[in-house]
Structure formats: structure tokens, C-alpha cells
């Protein structure tokens, strides 16, 4: 497996604009997660999903951040319209959450938005 | 909300001793630790993990204990590399997992 997939790995856009980040999770897990990480707050959970239900999305932001996960390997996280402030790497992970085993992480998004 | 901490943000230690990364969390429900390694520029990594049901487990070169009296968690990194300079998370695991801030280990040569 290739592990979790995300795209772009970079992304610079200006404020103002539609961001859209693509996560593609690891083949037959089942639950998603979103993460935030900047140097001041860390990795943040943003949103989780569980069979491509969302579970907890108390720590997206604000109305400007939404997360979709239309089947079992795709999923968005949309941030409209961006801010400055938005600018951070944001990741992705999948694991299998029946079994409560490790997340794995994929290679993330540096946004800047300017 | 659970809540994790890290002692130190940043441990320097000679290459060859041993490193000690600590952990405090707050959820005594919590269930489920992982300990991650992230490299610049690339997401966390699994270096190891411990049920509540142990309070320590060892890997290759690597033991993570666990004191649930206390709510704590640490990472033991025997004989350390070069190559073990990163970031390290604690994570834990209570209906969602949470990531403390994160310690950068440097490896002095």
C-alpha cells in the first residue's frame, strides 16, 4: 500500500481564494482525520470521520473550514475563503478504528496563504 | 477535553546516551498511547504504542512506560543516534486521539 496519499503537497494561494485539500486514506480503514499543525498550537485534530461519517469536527475553526468524505477513499477539507492565518501544514491520517491501532499520517499540505 | 503536555520543548543530549521524552495527559479513560517521530517535513510517524492495560513495553531500542496513577507517559530512546533527531508526539487515545506539543530531541555528535 502507498500509504495515505495527500495533494498538493504545497499549495500558495492568496487570501480570499477557495483551498481545497485531497486526502486519499490507506485501503480499508476506516476512520479519517484531519490535523492542523502550526508552531504555535501543534497538531490540532480538526475533524475525524468514521465510515465516512463525521464524528467530531469541534475543532474545525471556523464556517470557512468543511470537510467532505464521500466514499471510503477520498476525502476534502475546504477552507473558503482562506486567510492569512489559515497558513500552516495540514495532514491527513487513516487507521483502522475498530481495532483502536495507530493512525497513519500521510506527507501533509503546506498552505501559505499571502 | 483531554488534555496533553509535554515537559520539555526542547532536549539536547550527546549522541550515545539515552534520552527520556515525558508525557502528561489528563483523561484517566484514556486507553490507547502512541508515541510519533516526525522529520522536517514529513507527517508523525509510529515509533510505538501501550495499552492501559501494561505499563511498559519495549521495542527496538526504544521503551515506552506508562504510569496511570499519575497520568504519564514516556518515551526511553536507548544509545541515541543522530538519526533520532526529530520531533516526538505523545498521542492518546479516548474516543479521538490527542497529540501533546511535541518535543525536539537533538542529537549532539
Known amino acids: 500500500d502507498a500509504g495515505v496519499i495527500q495533494s498538493p503537497r504545497h499549495e500558495v494561494t492568496e487570501m480570499g481564494q477557495e483551498v481545497t485539500l485531497r486526502c486519499k486514506p490507506i485501503?480499508?480503514?476506516?476512520?479519517l482525520f484531519w490535523y492542523r499543525q502550526t508552531m504555535m498550537r501543534g497538531l490540532e485534530l480538526l475533524i475525524y470521520f468514521n465510515n465516512n461519517v463525521p464524528i467530531d469536527d469541534s475543532g474545525m475553526p471556523e464556517d470557512r473550514f468543511s470537510a467532505k468524505m464521500p466514499n471510503a477513499s477520498f476525502s476534502t477539507l475546504k477552507i473558503q475563503p482562506s486567510e492569512p492565518r489559515d497558513s500552516a501544514v495540514y495532514f491527513c491520517?487513516?487507521?483502522?478504528?475498530?481495532?483502536?491501532?495507530?493512525?497513519?499520517f500521510g506527507q501533509g499540505t503546506r498552505l501559505t496563504v499571502v | 477535553g483531554e488534555s496533553v503536555g509535554l515537559h520539555l520543548p526542547t532536549l539536547s543530549v550527546q549522541e550515545g546516551d539515552n534520552s527520556i521524552i515525558n508525557c502528561a495527559y489528563s483523561?484517566?479513560?484514556?486507553?490507547?498511547f502512541i508515541w510519533y517521530k516526525q522529520e522536517s517535513g514529513k507527517g508523525p510517524q509510529f515509533i510505538i504504542d501501550?495499552?492501559?492495560?501494561?505499563d511498559k513495553r519495549q521495542g527496538q531500542r526504544v521503551t515506552v512506560l506508562l504510569n496511570k496513577t499519575v497520568k504519564h507517559l514516556s518515551l526511553q530512546i536507548a544509545a541515541t543516534q543522530p538519526g533520532d533527531s526529530a520531533v516526538y508526539f505523545c498521542?492518546?487515545?479516548?474516543?479521538?486521539?490527542?497529540f501533546g506539543t511535541g518535543t525536539k530531541l537533538q542529537v549532539i555528535p
Open positions: 498521542a492518546v487515545f479516548y474516543q479521538k486521539v490527542t
Open positions: 491520517a487513516s487507521n483502522e478504528w475498530d481495532t483502536n491501532t495507530e493512525a497513519f
Open positions: 501501550i495499552r492501559s492495560n501494561m
Open positions: 485501503s480499508g480503514h476506516n476512520s
Open positions: 483523561n484517566s479513560a484514556s486507553d490507547y
